[in-house]
């Protein structure tokens, strides 16, 4: 699922009931519950990668997060990028 930048907040349980298998954010990481997500898996695009790697460092994201590159190639770092890394084909 695809967060878009305006999203600054997750509130308790947001996510709890979604079958998706990751998160990607275009924007810089909002503020995370520590309820807020089912699932560990957060993605963020690379060009948000020194805002999510503050949080990490400074011990406010409390989940893993990795960043995702422009694994196709077409010069942005985008939901397509995490799909065609993790594709079965």
């Known amino acids: ?30 503020t995370i519950h520590e309820q807020g ?19 990490m460092v400074e011990g406010k994201l409390n989940h893993p997060a990795f960043k995702i590159g422009d694994n196709n190639k077409d010069g942005k770092a985008d939901w397509n990028d995490w799909l065609d890394e993790h594709s079965n084909n």
């Not at 305006?6 to 996510?15: D, K, N, P």
């Not at 993605?43 to 949080?55: G, K, P, S």
């Open 1 to 30: 699922m695809l967060v878009p930048k305006s999203v600054t907040t997750i509130c308790a349980f947001a996510f709890c009931a979604q079958h998706s298998p990751a998160l990607l954010f275009e924007g810089a990481p909002p």
């Open 37 to 55: 997500l089912g699932f560990p898996w957060l993605w963020y695009c690379d060009e948000m990668a020194n805002a999510w790697e503050r949080q």
